[in-house]
């Protein structure tokens, strides 16, 4: 089983930058898929892009391609989000997942709410 | 990009009834759909992988089918611990994509 930890919640101000972090416990040696989706206030899910495997390659969703880097050190087993100039809109939940692939995201943190505002 | 539709929005159903949702992906995915149960203020839960693998732990009340574009999640006998929001998710591997359905509110009637 993997348990998975995220940073506290976060108020910025618009074109700023935010770090969200993931920590896992347990056994992720054969879980190295991260992938982080949001989900703003009363919408759906969103996935933004996964960590791929161990060389950590990453893969982005288009729309956020540019704006957001996902980093993960193995050692310490935690996973980074960071968003950069960020807007209104990315008022959301931030939640990591973990799991065999990208698309399985069989664990996940508890969520990381930042809000966006001036 | 795949997008992904979900029916209907929202639901009202009775402690016992069976429980119908569809998700139709705009391109065959095979079988690589997966179903989500969320509840307030929680992560969402993985319910159902590939179409119709019951994730370890989760009730058998829960069933899904279909391949290619169209696909169905059904509970059995509703119980009130299921009302949720339930998300269909489409993904490919190589390179990773993955979108969500917009999901469907069960609650009691």
């Known amino acids: 089983q993997v348990h998975l930890v995220q940073s506290g919640a976060e108020v910025k101000k618009p074109g700023s930058s935010v770090k969200v972090s993931c920590k896992a416990s347990?056994?992720?040696?054969?879980?190295?898929?991260i992938s982080w989706v949001r989900q703003a206030p009363g919408q759906g899910l969103e996935w933004m892009g996964s960590?791929?495997?161990?060389?950590?390659?990453?893969h982005y969703k288009q729309n956020f391609q540019g704006r957001v880097t996902f980093t993960a050190d193995e050692v310490s087993k935690t996973a980074y989000m960071e968003l950069n100039s960020v807007r209104l809109e990315d008022t959301a939940v931030y939640f990591c997942?973990?799991?065999?692939?990208?698309?399985?995201?069989?664990?996940w943190g508890q969520g990381t709410l930042v809000v966006v505002s001036s | 990009d795949i997008q992904v539709t979900q029916s209907p929005a929202s639901l009202s159903a009775s402690v016992g009834d069976r429980v119908t949702i569809t998700c139709q992906a705009s391109q065959d995915i095979n079988n690589y759909l997966n179903w989500f149960q969320q509840k307030p203020g929680q992560p969402p839960k993985l319910l159902m992988y590939d179409a119709s693998t019951l994730e370890t732990g989760v009730p058998s009340r829960f069933s899904g089918s279909g391949s290619g574009t169209n696909f169905t999640f059904t509970i059995t006998s509703l119980r009130p611990e299921d009302i949720a929001t339930y998300y269909c998710q489409q993904y490919q591997n190589l390179p990773p994509e993955v979108t969500f359905g917009p999901g469907t509110k069960v609650d009691l009637k």
């Open positions: 347990g056994d992720t040696s054969n879980i190295y898929a």
């Open positions: 960590i791929i495997d161990v060389l950590g390659r990453t």
């Open positions: 997942t973990r799991g065999l692939i990208a698309g399985h995201m069989k664990f």
